[in-house]
């Protein structure tokens, strides 16, 4: 889950942690930055978004 705004406590942070899916919030740009379909890679651990493949 990526989200460009909230912090951990936020629904969809913890949605993310109930179900084992990595999240990375507040994202500046987000929205702007990973088109819809578009591959990427989240490493909740260390907050990192990577995109995977150009739209």
């Known amino acids: 889950m990526i989200a460009e705004?909230?912090?951990?406590?936020?629904?969809?942070?913890?949605?993310?942690?109930e179900y084992g899916l990595p999240a990375v919030v507040s994202v500046a740009g987000a929205t702007e930055t990973v088109a819809n379909g578009?591959?990427?890679?989240?490493?909740?651990?260390?907050?990192?978004?990577e995109v995977l493949d150009d739209q």
């Open 5 to 17: 705004v909230g912090g951990r406590f936020t629904h969809g942070a913890l949605i993310a942690r």
């Open 38 to 49: 578009q591959r990427v890679r989240v490493d909740g651990d260390r907050g990192v978004v």
